[in-house]
């Protein structure tokens, strides 16, 4: 396996719930260490790793939701399928899906968006892509 040169990791209160949540989105299990609760995801080509807290890494005091001020944008071929998983565990969209378009100097870049939160509240935001336009 290539590790990708930037892999967040999430600090969770519950690995089994968020192991779960993830699952279900079709993250797959690439490694763990059940000794230090710690699980290595994939999805398509981002990755993702989770540890129950231990108090290693803590730089404060952890509140929900997690992860305020910051959301993980993680590109895949189609957002369709995730939102059909998460609707059908009734887990509720913080943002359904929209088209959204960013300006990049000359061209306007396109996606089909949407953000949901994890169970301890880190906001994850799954994009499709959808092509660019001249401006």
């Known amino acids: 396996m290539k590790f990708n040169k930037l892999i967040p990791e999430l600090a969770v209160t519950n690995l089994a719930q968020s192991l779960k949540f993830y699952q279900d989105l079709g993250f797959k299990i690439e490694y763990e ?7 290595f995801l994939s ?50 969209l913080f943002q359904e899906p929209q088209e959204n378009w960013y300006r990049q100097n000359k061209f306007l870049l396109g996606s089909k968006e949407f953000l949901v939160q994890d169970p301890d509240g880190y906001l994850l935001r799954f994009s499709q892509d959808m092509g660019n336009k001249n401006l």
């Not at 790793?49 to 189609?78: A, C, S, Y």
């Not at 995730?82 to 509720?92: A, G």
């Open 33 to 39: 260490r059940k000794e230090s609760k710690f699980v």
């Open 43 to 92: 999805f398509e080509k981002s990755q993702l790793m989770i540890q129950e807290v231990n108090e290693t890494w803590n730089t404060g005091k952890l509140e929900h939701p997690f992860g305020r001020g910051v959301n993980f944008q993680i590109e895949v071929k189609d957002i369709s399928p995730l939102v059909e998983s998460l609707k059908k565990n009734n887990i509720k």
